[in-house]
Protein backbone atom coordinates (compact mmCIF):
# COMPACT_ATOMS: atom_id res chain seq x y z
CA UNK A 1 0.00 0.00 0.00
CA UNK A 2 2.71 2.49 0.93
CA UNK A 3 4.52 2.35 -2.49
CA UNK A 4 1.57 2.37 -4.46
CA UNK A 5 0.24 5.43 -2.96
CA UNK A 6 3.81 7.12 -3.35
CA UNK A 7 3.87 6.37 -6.79
CA UNK A 8 0.33 7.42 -7.37
CA UNK A 9 1.40 10.69 -4.86
CA UNK A 10 4.52 11.03 -7.71
CA UNK A 11 2.35 10.45 -10.59
CA UNK A 12 -0.65 12.85 -9.69
CA UNK A 13 -3.11 10.25 -9.53
CA UNK A 14 -4.25 10.70 -6.08
CA UNK A 15 -7.99 11.66 -5.84
CA UNK A 16 -8.64 14.50 -2.88
CA UNK A 17 -11.56 14.68 -0.84
CA UNK A 18 -12.05 17.40 1.39
CA UNK A 19 -15.27 17.07 3.52
CA UNK A 20 -16.08 20.76 4.95
CA UNK A 21 -15.75 23.99 2.46
CA UNK A 22 -15.41 26.48 4.99
CA UNK A 23 -12.63 29.09 5.87
CA UNK A 24 -9.92 25.68 6.19
CA UNK A 25 -11.59 23.58 3.39
CA UNK A 26 -12.57 25.05 0.35
CA UNK A 27 -8.26 26.74 0.64
CA UNK A 28 -7.24 23.29 0.73
CA UNK A 29 -9.18 22.21 -1.75
CA UNK A 30 -7.78 24.53 -3.94
CA UNK A 31 -4.61 24.18 -3.07
CA UNK A 32 -4.11 20.60 -3.59
CA UNK A 33 -6.51 21.32 -7.59
CA UNK A 34 -3.49 23.57 -7.68
CA UNK A 35 -0.94 20.57 -7.25
CA UNK A 36 -2.48 18.83 -10.06
CA UNK A 37 -4.42 16.53 -7.79
CA UNK A 38 -8.73 16.14 -8.83
CA UNK A 39 -10.39 17.40 -6.13
CA UNK A 40 -13.87 16.63 -4.59
CA UNK A 41 -15.30 18.86 -1.99
CA UNK A 42 -18.26 17.63 0.05
CA UNK A 43 -20.44 19.63 2.21
CA UNK A 44 -23.94 19.51 3.74
CA UNK A 45 -24.59 22.80 2.99
CA UNK A 46 -26.20 22.57 -1.02
CA UNK A 47 -25.54 26.58 -0.94
CA UNK A 48 -21.95 25.95 -0.75
CA UNK A 49 -21.77 23.02 -3.28
CA UNK A 50 -23.77 25.01 -5.91
CA UNK A 51 -21.60 28.46 -5.05
CA UNK A 52 -18.19 26.38 -5.78
CA UNK A 53 -19.24 24.51 -8.85
CA UNK A 54 -20.46 28.09 -10.05
CA UNK A 55 -16.98 29.01 -9.65
CA UNK A 56 -18.28 31.86 -6.86
CA UNK A 57 -15.56 32.44 -4.05
CA UNK A 58 -17.26 33.22 -0.90
CA UNK A 59 -13.55 33.01 1.41
CA UNK A 60 -11.29 36.05 1.43
CA UNK A 61 -8.05 33.81 1.24
CA UNK A 62 -8.89 31.72 -2.03
CA UNK A 63 -8.33 33.81 -5.06
CA UNK A 64 -11.70 34.03 -7.18
CA UNK A 65 -9.99 33.44 -10.38
CA UNK A 66 -7.92 30.96 -9.32
CA UNK A 67 -11.38 29.01 -8.21
CA UNK A 68 -13.33 29.88 -11.30
CA UNK A 69 -10.21 28.46 -13.89
CA UNK A 70 -9.93 25.23 -11.18
CA UNK A 71 -13.74 24.28 -11.63
CA UNK A 72 -13.64 25.22 -15.40
CA UNK A 73 -11.16 22.62 -15.68
CA UNK A 74 -12.69 20.25 -14.24
CA UNK A 75 -9.81 19.47 -11.24
CA UNK A 76 -12.52 20.99 -8.68
CA UNK A 77 -16.04 19.95 -8.09
CA UNK A 78 -18.26 19.52 -4.90
CA UNK A 79 -20.91 17.75 -4.09
CA UNK A 80 -23.61 16.37 -0.82
CA UNK A 81 -23.23 13.01 -2.49
CA UNK A 82 -20.81 11.28 0.23
CA UNK A 83 -21.10 8.28 -1.70
CA UNK A 84 -17.91 9.47 -3.88
CA UNK A 85 -15.87 8.78 -0.87
CA UNK A 86 -15.47 5.66 -3.39
CA UNK A 87 -13.98 7.44 -5.41
CA UNK A 88 -10.95 8.86 -3.45
CA UNK A 89 -7.92 8.22 -2.41
CA UNK A 90 -7.12 10.74 0.30
CA UNK A 91 -9.80 12.41 2.32
CA UNK A 92 -9.31 15.54 4.66
CA UNK A 93 -11.37 16.00 7.54
CA UNK A 94 -11.73 20.43 7.76
CA UNK A 95 -15.31 20.40 9.77
CA UNK A 96 -16.46 22.71 12.29
CA UNK A 97 -15.55 22.03 16.04
CA UNK A 98 -17.41 24.48 18.64
CA UNK A 99 -18.21 24.42 22.14
CA UNK A 100 -22.00 23.58 23.25
CA UNK A 101 -23.84 25.55 25.03
CA UNK A 102 -22.18 24.29 28.21
CA UNK A 103 -18.71 24.81 27.70
CA UNK A 104 -18.25 21.29 26.65
CA UNK A 105 -16.13 20.34 23.34
CA UNK A 106 -19.06 19.62 20.48
CA UNK A 107 -17.25 16.99 17.95
CA UNK A 108 -20.68 15.74 16.31
CA UNK A 109 -19.49 17.37 13.17
CA UNK A 110 -16.28 15.24 13.45
CA UNK A 111 -18.06 12.26 14.08
CA UNK A 112 -20.83 12.25 11.45
CA UNK A 113 -18.06 12.86 8.45
CA UNK A 114 -16.15 9.84 10.06
CA UNK A 115 -19.29 7.39 9.95
CA UNK A 116 -19.94 9.10 5.79
CA UNK A 117 -16.50 7.99 5.52
CA UNK A 118 -16.70 4.86 6.76
CA UNK A 119 -19.34 3.56 4.71
CA UNK A 120 -17.49 4.20 1.45
CA UNK A 121 -14.50 3.81 2.62
CA UNK A 122 -12.25 1.55 0.37
CA UNK A 123 -8.91 0.17 0.96
CA UNK A 124 -5.65 2.28 -0.14
CA UNK A 125 -6.65 5.28 1.41
CA UNK A 126 -5.01 8.23 3.49
CA UNK A 127 -7.31 9.75 5.88
CA UNK A 128 -6.30 13.16 7.76
CA UNK A 129 -8.18 15.06 10.40
CA UNK A 130 -7.67 18.75 10.52
CA UNK A 131 -9.86 20.23 12.48
CA UNK A 132 -8.83 21.23 16.26
CA UNK A 133 -9.78 19.13 19.04
CA UNK A 134 -8.70 17.48 22.01
CA UNK A 135 -5.53 15.35 21.97
CA UNK A 136 -7.02 11.29 21.36
CA UNK A 137 -9.92 12.45 18.89
CA UNK A 138 -7.65 10.93 15.65
CA UNK A 139 -7.11 7.45 17.56
CA UNK A 140 -9.82 7.01 20.42
CA UNK A 141 -12.71 8.34 18.09
CA UNK A 142 -11.98 8.48 14.30
CA UNK A 143 -10.11 5.31 14.12
CA UNK A 144 -13.15 2.76 15.71
CA UNK A 145 -15.73 4.39 13.65
CA UNK A 146 -13.44 4.01 10.21
CA UNK A 147 -12.84 0.82 11.05
CA UNK A 148 -16.27 -0.83 12.27
CA UNK A 149 -17.83 1.17 9.86
CA UNK A 150 -15.47 -0.32 6.73
CA UNK A 151 -14.49 -3.37 8.13
CA UNK A 152 -11.41 -2.27 7.10
CA UNK A 153 -7.96 -2.27 9.31
CA UNK A 154 -6.07 1.06 9.80
CA UNK A 155 -2.47 0.33 9.05
CA UNK A 156 -3.14 -2.18 6.85
CA UNK A 157 -5.91 -1.38 5.01
CA UNK A 158 -5.95 2.50 5.00
CA UNK A 159 -3.68 5.05 6.49
CA UNK A 160 -5.34 7.50 9.40
CA UNK A 161 -3.28 11.09 10.98
CA UNK A 162 -4.11 14.13 11.85
CA UNK A 163 -2.56 17.29 10.80
CA UNK A 164 -3.78 20.73 12.09
CA UNK A 165 -4.78 23.68 10.29
CA UNK A 166 -3.23 26.82 10.59
CA UNK A 167 -5.79 29.39 9.09
CA UNK A 168 -5.19 32.85 9.92
CA UNK A 169 -8.04 34.95 7.85
CA UNK A 170 -6.73 37.97 5.80
CA UNK A 171 -2.76 37.15 6.88
CA UNK A 172 -1.41 38.84 3.85
CA UNK A 173 1.87 37.00 4.31
CA UNK A 174 0.99 33.64 5.63
CA UNK A 175 -1.80 31.15 4.14
CA UNK A 176 -2.62 27.56 3.28
CA UNK A 177 0.26 27.50 1.27
CA UNK A 178 3.31 28.15 2.48
CA UNK A 179 2.57 28.23 6.36
CA UNK A 180 4.18 25.08 8.00
CA UNK A 181 2.55 21.80 8.21
CA UNK A 182 2.61 19.58 11.35
CA UNK A 183 1.62 15.92 10.82
CA UNK A 184 1.21 12.26 12.84
CA UNK A 185 -0.16 9.43 11.84
CA UNK A 186 -0.94 6.33 12.90
CA UNK A 187 2.59 4.57 12.33
CA UNK A 188 5.54 5.28 10.32
CA UNK A 189 4.52 4.12 7.07
CA UNK A 190 1.28 6.12 6.99
CA UNK A 191 3.35 9.51 8.43
CA UNK A 192 5.74 9.23 5.28
CA UNK A 193 3.06 8.88 3.13
CA UNK A 194 0.59 11.56 3.94
CA UNK A 195 3.93 13.71 4.80
CA UNK A 196 4.56 13.25 1.15
CA UNK A 197 1.07 13.51 0.00
CA UNK A 198 1.41 17.24 1.70
CA UNK A 199 4.73 17.91 0.70
CA UNK A 200 3.34 17.59 -3.09
CA UNK A 201 0.88 20.31 -2.43
CA UNK A 202 2.59 22.75 0.12
CA UNK A 203 5.49 25.00 -0.18
CA UNK A 204 5.66 25.95 4.00
CA UNK A 205 7.71 22.55 4.90
CA UNK A 206 6.18 19.78 6.48
CA UNK A 207 6.92 18.68 10.04
CA UNK A 208 6.64 15.15 11.43
CA UNK A 209 5.84 14.03 15.12
CA UNK A 210 5.45 10.39 16.40
CA UNK A 211 1.64 10.42 16.52
CA UNK A 212 -1.66 11.73 16.43
CA UNK A 213 -2.02 12.81 19.75
CA UNK A 214 1.32 14.73 19.93
CA UNK A 215 -0.06 16.95 16.78
CA UNK A 216 -3.53 17.52 18.57
CA UNK A 217 -1.63 18.47 21.50
CA UNK A 218 0.69 20.85 19.48
CA UNK A 219 -2.51 23.11 18.04
CA UNK A 220 -3.84 23.10 21.49
CA UNK A 221 -0.58 24.51 22.36
CA UNK A 222 -0.37 26.99 19.64
CA UNK A 223 -3.36 28.46 20.72
CA UNK A 224 -3.63 28.23 24.35
CA UNK A 225 -0.50 29.82 24.21
CA UNK A 226 -1.87 32.76 22.94
CA UNK A 227 -5.27 32.92 24.93
CA UNK A 228 -3.17 32.82 28.13
CA UNK A 229 -0.80 35.50 27.22
CA UNK A 230 -3.84 37.62 25.78
CA UNK A 231 -5.04 36.85 29.30
CA UNK A 232 -1.97 38.26 30.71
CA UNK A 233 -2.22 41.59 29.12
CA UNK A 234 -6.09 42.01 29.44
CA UNK A 235 -5.37 41.74 33.14
CA UNK A 236 -2.48 44.26 33.15
CA UNK A 237 -4.94 46.61 30.96
CA UNK A 238 -7.47 46.32 33.89
CA UNK A 239 -4.43 47.26 36.62
CA UNK A 240 -3.13 50.06 34.35
CA UNK A 241 -6.32 51.71 34.14
CA UNK A 242 -6.53 51.79 38.30
CA UNK A 243 -3.02 52.80 38.10
CA UNK A 244 -3.69 55.24 34.88
CA UNK A 245 -0.91 54.21 32.89
CA UNK A 246 -1.33 53.56 29.39
CA UNK A 247 -0.88 49.40 28.80
CA UNK A 248 -0.50 49.79 25.03
CA UNK A 249 2.70 52.31 25.50
CA UNK A 250 3.91 49.74 27.89
CA UNK A 251 4.03 47.32 25.71
CA UNK A 252 5.33 48.95 22.80
CA UNK A 253 8.24 49.72 25.07
CA UNK A 254 8.82 46.19 26.43
CA UNK A 255 8.82 45.13 22.84
CA UNK A 256 11.94 46.91 22.06
CA UNK A 257 13.69 43.89 23.67
CA UNK A 258 14.98 41.62 21.24
CA UNK A 259 14.97 38.75 23.33
CA UNK A 260 12.43 36.94 25.83
CA UNK A 261 9.70 39.01 25.07
CA UNK A 262 6.70 38.74 22.46
CA UNK A 263 4.13 41.38 22.37
CA UNK A 264 0.40 40.83 22.74
CA UNK A 265 -2.35 43.93 23.34
CA UNK A 266 -5.24 43.93 25.13
CA UNK A 267 -9.46 44.11 23.53
CA UNK A 268 -12.90 43.71 24.27
CA UNK A 269 -12.26 39.93 24.19
CA UNK A 270 -11.21 37.10 22.04
CA UNK A 271 -12.84 35.98 18.61
CA UNK A 272 -11.92 33.43 15.73
CA UNK A 273 -12.30 29.81 15.28
CA UNK A 274 -9.24 28.63 17.68
CA UNK A 275 -7.80 30.98 20.12
CA UNK A 276 -11.24 31.25 22.34
CA UNK A 277 -11.95 27.35 22.02
CA UNK A 278 -9.08 25.39 22.17
CA UNK A 279 -8.31 25.33 25.82
CA UNK A 280 -11.93 24.58 26.54
CA UNK A 281 -10.86 21.39 24.52
CA UNK A 282 -7.74 20.85 26.55
CA UNK A 283 -9.37 21.67 29.79
CA UNK A 284 -12.01 19.65 29.21
CA UNK A 285 -9.77 16.67 28.30
CA UNK A 286 -7.38 17.14 31.05
CA UNK A 287 -9.97 16.67 33.42
CA UNK A 288 -10.50 13.06 32.76
CA UNK A 289 -6.47 12.57 34.06
CA UNK A 290 -7.89 14.29 37.12
CA UNK A 291 -5.74 17.62 36.18
CA UNK A 292 -6.79 20.99 36.87
CA UNK A 293 -5.56 23.36 33.91
CA UNK A 294 -5.35 26.14 36.92
CA UNK A 295 -3.51 29.32 34.72
CA UNK A 296 -5.14 28.44 31.60
CA UNK A 297 -8.75 28.45 33.25
CA UNK A 298 -7.75 31.85 35.06
CA UNK A 299 -6.76 33.20 31.25
CA UNK A 300 -9.80 32.15 29.73
CA UNK A 301 -11.94 33.52 32.56
CA UNK A 302 -10.05 37.26 32.42
CA UNK A 303 -10.59 36.86 28.69
CA UNK A 304 -14.07 35.95 29.20
CA UNK A 305 -15.08 38.93 31.32
CA UNK A 306 -13.71 41.54 28.94
CA UNK A 307 -16.84 42.16 26.89
CA UNK A 308 -18.53 43.19 30.68
CA UNK A 309 -15.21 44.98 31.84
CA UNK A 310 -15.63 47.24 28.31
CA UNK A 311 -19.08 48.08 29.07
CA UNK A 312 -18.28 49.08 32.40
CA UNK A 313 -15.57 51.09 31.66
CA UNK A 314 -18.15 53.00 29.12
CA UNK A 315 -20.28 53.27 32.23
CA UNK A 316 -17.70 55.62 33.35
CA UNK A 317 -16.90 57.63 30.32
CA UNK A 318 -20.52 58.70 30.30
CA UNK A 319 -20.78 59.45 33.46
CA UNK A 320 -18.39 62.68 32.38
CA UNK A 321 -21.44 63.85 31.18
CA UNK A 322 -23.78 62.50 34.15
CA UNK A 323 -25.57 60.19 31.38
CA UNK A 324 -26.46 56.58 32.04
CA UNK A 325 -26.10 54.12 30.07
CA UNK A 326 -29.66 52.86 30.25
CA UNK A 327 -30.97 55.07 27.71
CA UNK A 328 -27.48 56.13 25.54
CA UNK A 329 -26.90 55.84 22.29
CA UNK A 330 -23.88 53.91 21.71
CA UNK A 331 -22.34 53.32 17.94
CA UNK A 332 -19.71 50.01 18.07
CA UNK A 333 -17.71 50.37 15.15
CA UNK A 334 -16.59 46.78 14.02
CA UNK A 335 -17.97 42.80 14.62
CA UNK A 336 -15.52 41.15 12.93
CA UNK A 337 -13.45 38.74 15.30
CA UNK A 338 -9.78 40.96 13.33
CA UNK A 339 -9.10 43.60 11.25
CA UNK A 340 -10.26 43.81 7.19
CA UNK A 341 -12.08 40.43 7.37
CA UNK A 342 -15.65 39.28 6.84
CA UNK A 343 -15.22 36.60 9.66
CA UNK A 344 -17.41 37.56 12.72
CA UNK A 345 -17.09 34.05 14.50
CA UNK A 346 -16.87 34.32 18.22
CA UNK A 347 -16.41 37.52 18.14
CA UNK A 348 -16.44 39.81 21.41
CA UNK A 349 -17.86 42.50 19.97
CA UNK A 350 -21.09 40.47 19.84
CA UNK A 351 -21.10 40.46 23.33
CA UNK A 352 -20.23 43.59 23.63
CA UNK A 353 -23.26 44.42 22.05
CA UNK A 354 -25.03 42.38 23.93
CA UNK A 355 -24.05 43.44 27.73
CA UNK A 356 -24.52 47.20 26.34
CA UNK A 357 -28.22 46.25 25.02
CA UNK A 358 -28.26 44.35 28.64
CA UNK A 359 -28.13 47.50 30.37
CA UNK A 360 -30.62 49.43 28.44
CA UNK A 361 -28.21 51.14 25.65
CA UNK A 362 -29.78 51.93 22.29
CA UNK A 363 -26.67 49.94 20.28
CA UNK A 364 -26.31 50.29 16.66
CA UNK A 365 -23.15 49.23 14.57
CA UNK A 366 -20.94 49.95 11.64
CA UNK A 367 -18.62 47.66 9.63
CA UNK A 368 -17.45 47.84 6.01
CA UNK A 369 -17.19 43.66 5.79
CA UNK A 370 -20.17 42.63 7.94
CA UNK A 371 -23.38 44.32 6.35
CA UNK A 372 -25.50 41.99 8.76
CA UNK A 373 -24.62 39.15 11.64
CA UNK A 374 -26.75 36.54 12.84
CA UNK A 375 -25.99 36.00 16.56
CA UNK A 376 -28.02 33.29 18.79
CA UNK A 377 -30.51 33.03 16.08
CA UNK A 378 -31.20 36.45 15.81
CA UNK A 379 -30.12 38.75 12.68
CA UNK A 380 -29.06 42.38 12.69
CA UNK A 381 -28.41 44.80 9.96
CA UNK A 382 -25.82 47.47 10.63
CA UNK A 383 -25.71 50.87 9.72
CA UNK A 384 -25.22 51.26 5.79
CA UNK A 385 -22.64 54.01 6.00
CA UNK A 386 -20.51 56.11 8.64
CA UNK A 387 -20.30 59.64 7.99
CA UNK A 388 -20.51 62.97 10.76
CA UNK A 389 -23.96 62.90 10.68
CA UNK A 390 -24.44 59.97 11.71
CA UNK A 391 -21.14 60.31 14.38
CA UNK A 392 -22.77 63.55 16.44
CA UNK A 393 -25.83 61.31 16.65
CA UNK A 394 -24.46 59.19 19.49
CA UNK A 395 -23.62 59.39 22.80
CA UNK A 396 -20.48 57.47 22.44
CA UNK A 397 -18.33 55.42 19.72
CA UNK A 398 -16.80 52.20 20.94
CA UNK A 399 -14.09 50.78 18.30
CA UNK A 400 -14.10 46.75 18.76
CA UNK A 401 -12.47 46.01 15.14
CA UNK A 402 -9.51 48.09 14.14
CA UNK A 403 -10.65 48.42 10.71
CA UNK A 404 -8.42 49.97 8.14
CA UNK A 405 -11.16 50.86 5.94
CA UNK A 406 -12.17 53.22 8.62
CA UNK A 407 -11.28 57.23 8.55
CA UNK A 408 -10.67 57.96 12.52
CA UNK A 409 -10.07 60.96 11.97
CA UNK A 410 -13.37 61.38 10.74
CA UNK A 411 -14.27 59.74 14.07
CA UNK A 412 -12.57 61.42 16.46
CA UNK A 413 -13.79 65.10 14.97
CA UNK A 414 -17.49 63.90 15.06
CA UNK A 415 -18.05 61.64 18.05
CA UNK A 416 -18.62 63.13 21.31
CA UNK A 417 -17.12 60.59 22.87
CA UNK A 418 -14.84 57.24 21.66
CA UNK A 419 -14.00 54.29 23.21
CA UNK A 420 -11.18 52.75 21.53
CA UNK A 421 -10.21 49.29 22.76
CA UNK A 422 -7.73 48.56 19.99
CA UNK A 423 -5.65 51.93 19.84
CA UNK A 424 -6.78 52.10 16.12
CA UNK A 425 -6.64 55.56 16.84
CA UNK A 426 -3.25 55.90 17.79
CA UNK A 427 -2.14 58.24 15.10
CA UNK A 428 -5.04 60.52 16.02
CA UNK A 429 -3.11 63.95 17.37
CA UNK A 430 -6.23 65.30 19.01
CA UNK A 431 -7.15 63.01 21.68
CA UNK A 432 -9.18 64.96 23.92
CA UNK A 433 -12.08 62.83 23.45
CA UNK A 434 -10.39 59.68 22.81
CA UNK A 435 -10.15 57.28 25.41
CA UNK A 436 -8.25 53.91 25.40
CA UNK A 437 -8.48 50.95 27.00
Not at 1 to 23: D, F, H, T
Not at 145 to 161: A, H, K, M, T, V
Not at 266 to 275: E, V
Request: aromatic share 10%; proline share 5%.
Amino acid sequence: MKEKLLKKIEERSIVVGVIGLGYVGLPLAVEKAKAGFKTIGFDVQPEKVRMVNEGHNYIGDVVDKDLVQLVRDGVLSATTDFSFIQDVDFIAICVPTPLDAHQQPDISYVKNSAINIAKYLKKETMVVLESTTYPGTTEELIKPILEEGSGLRCGDDFYLGFSPERVDPGNLVYHTKNTPKVIGAIGRDATEVIGAMYRAVLDGGIYEVSSPAVAEMEKILENTYRNVNIGLVNELAMLCDRMGINIWEVVDAAKTKPYGFQAFYPGPGLGGHCIPLDPYYLSWKAREYGFHTSMIESSMMINDRMPEYCVDRAARILNQDRKALNGAKVLVLGVAYKQDIDDYRESPALKVIECFEKVGAETEYYDPFIPSYRYKGVERRGLERLDAEILKSFDLTVITTAHTAIDYEVVAQNSRWVFDTKNAMKAIVDRKNIILL
